[in-house]
């Protein structure tokens, strides 16, 4: 790994600081680093980094959208994104953006280092503190989905989630978690363990990764429509 190339994207420059100094003194090379999507975009494919560390909230975009960017502009880069909080959000944003993984600002040195090497290494590199969240998946209001995707502000299925599940406008169709939902959480759950799964010592391919992806979105999708079926908005909204 010594002397690989990194990019830092992060709105705090004390953060950005922070990983130069743990990145340099673990032999990496930091070829860039920015607080600006805007001017990441611009410099990320010029440089050619082996890895990108993108900040998941910026002020002129997010992290999702950057690693979109980049990935289209050249493949070959890798990003990663990084989470102040433990957002599943986030950690799905990565995915289907096409992100090697997601880590957290609350794991420390070693483990951030351990997940970095992993991702050049071609492996997923997802933070440990993700799984209890994933893990606790289940019917009724309290469920990931329905806390999690009903506030989110960046996917499509979760913004319809959000716009569908309103049980105080529509008291009549709570009903419906306890029959078609559960089975889709089921499947969201399985998706998202698939994705994150650090078993297995071959590096996934990047057709495995993309059916992985792919299986989330139509997870995703599939909940979003059970929610407009079973609770539609008044006058088509």
Known sequence: ????????????????????????????????????????????????????????????????????????????????????????????????????????????????????????DGQTAYSRRFLPGIRSFGPGPESFVLRNLGTARRTQAAVLVRRTLRPAAHPAHRDYRSSRFPDLIAEVTAALLNCTSEAGTARPTNGARAGGAHRLADALAAARNSLSYACPLPNGD
């Open 1 to 120: 790994m010594t002397g690989q190339r990194v990019y830092v994207l992060h709105a705090e420059e004390i953060v950005r600081r922070g990983l130069r100094r743990l990145l340099e003194s673990s032999g990496f090379t930091v070829v860039g680093e920015s607080g600006s999507a805007c001017n990441a975009i611009r410099r990320i494919p010029a440089l050619r980094p082996d890895l990108v560390i993108l900040d998941d909230d910026l002020a002129d975009g997010s992290g999702a959208g950057v690693c979109r960017d980049v990935s289209a502009a050249d493949p070959h880069i890798r990003c990663v994104l990084l989470t102040r909080e433990i957002d599943e959000t986030v950690l799905i944003d990565s995915i289907l953006t096409g992100a090697w993984g997601c880590l957290s600002q609350q794991d420390d040195n070693t483990e951030q280092l351990r997940l970095i090497r992993r991702a050049l």
